[in-house]
């Protein structure tokens, strides 16, 4: 990408903000300034077009009426499609992992058609999911699991044009045993946290994908004693 700066785009935090998850850009921000590359980070309201020209779009959680209306919007101003058939990367959480498939079914019943950018659809199951997560065998991160807080009521299954992020050991995630879908350079979980926040080799995985390498690591022993905590407190 050679010296300009990297484009995070934070897909309408006013509609999808509920659980904190636009603290992801944050996150990668500061792990890239971490490391003296440049970045900025561009919030696109609900009214505001998507600019298909950053490099990096986030979609985070919200409930099933602000899902809908994300997902009307999406639709009818297609930046974000546009960018993710360039190579643009893309990650959504919870209700931006819904968006980002084929479709879901909200609570009261109603089909909503999704993006499409991954092989996934979703339908409310018998309960809803909440608590600690841990999912393990994610490719790309070698032996590092990934952790996070689920608070949802969908089961998402994946179609045979995505696989799934990785194994499911402690909580629910899609509700088949797996948590997520990739496609590509498109990604998705149900992990809030913020999941970046607790999970740098994921967060560094994306910015890999940006910039084309595997980034260095950044040293901070801080995260691995958060990190380590968390696990332990998920296994109880």
């Given at each position: 990408?050679?010296?300009?700066?990297?484009?995070?785009?934070?897909?309408?935090?006013?509609?999808?903000?509920?659980?904190?998850?636009?603290?992801?850009?944050?996150?990668?921000a500061?792990?890239?300034?971490w490391?003296?590359l440049?970045a900025?980070v561009v919030e696109?309201g609900?009214?505001?077009?998507?600019p298909?020209?950053?490099?990096?779009?986030?979609?985070?959680?919200g409930?099933?009426?602000a899902?809908?209306?994300?997902?009307?919007?999406?639709?009818a101003?297609?930046?974000?499609?546009?960018a993710?058939a360039?190579?643009?990367?893309?990650f959504?959480?919870?209700?931006g992992?819904?968006?980002?498939?084929t479709?879901?079914?909200?609570?009261?019943g109603?089909?909503q058609a999704g993006?499409?950018?991954?092989?996934?659809?979703?339908?409310?199951?018998?309960?809803?999911?909440?608590?600690?997560?841990?999912?393990?065998?994610?490719?790309?991160?070698?032996?590092?699991p990934?952790?996070g807080?689920e608070?949802?009521?969908?089961?998402?299954?994946?179609?045979p044009g995505s696989?799934?992020?990785?194994?499911v050991?402690?909580?629910t995630?899609?509700?088949?045993?797996?948590?997520?879908?990739v496609?590509?350079?498109?990604?998705?979980?149900?992990?809030?946290g913020?999941?970046?926040?607790?999970?740098?080799?994921?967060?560094?995985?994306?910015?890999?994908?940006?910039?084309?390498a595997?980034?260095?690591?950044?040293?901070?022993?801080?995260v691995?004693?958060?990190?380590?905590?968390?696990?332990?407190?998920?296994?109880?």
């Amino acid at each position: 990408m050679g010296e300009s700066a990297v484009r995070i785009g934070l897909v309408m935090p006013d509609v999808l903000g509920t659980y904190s998850d636009s603290g992801n850009a944050t996150v990668l921000a500061c792990r890239l300034r971490w490391r003296g590359l440049s970045a900025s980070v561009v919030e696109i309201g609900h009214d505001d077009p998507v600019p298909s020209s950053l490099d990096l779009y986030l979609l985070g959680g919200g409930e099933d009426e602000a899902q809908a209306l994300a997902a009307d919007r999406l639709r009818a101003q297609p930046g974000l499609q546009r960018a993710a058939a360039r190579g643009a990367v893309v990650f959504g959480v919870c209700a931006g992992l819904q968006l980002l498939g084929t479709g879901f079914r909200t609570g009261d019943g109603s089909w909503q058609a999704g993006l499409g950018l991954l092989d996934a659809t979703t339908v409310p199951g018998p309960r809803r999911a909440i608590g600690e997560v841990v999912v393990r065998d994610c490719a790309g991160l070698g032996a590092e699991p990934v952790t996070g807080f689920e608070n949802h009521l969908g089961r998402t299954r994946l179609g045979p044009g995505s696989r799934p992020l990785g194994r499911v050991v402690t909580g629910t995630g899609n509700g088949d045993g797996t948590d997520g879908a990739v496609t590509g350079r498109v990604l998705a979980t149900y992990l809030h946290g913020p999941v970046l926040a607790r999970n740098p080799a994921l967060a560094d995985l994306l910015l890999g994908w940006v910039l084309g390498a595997p980034l260095p690591a950044l040293p901070l022993a801080e995260v691995g004693a958060l990190r380590r905590e968390r696990l332990r407190a998920a296994r109880r």
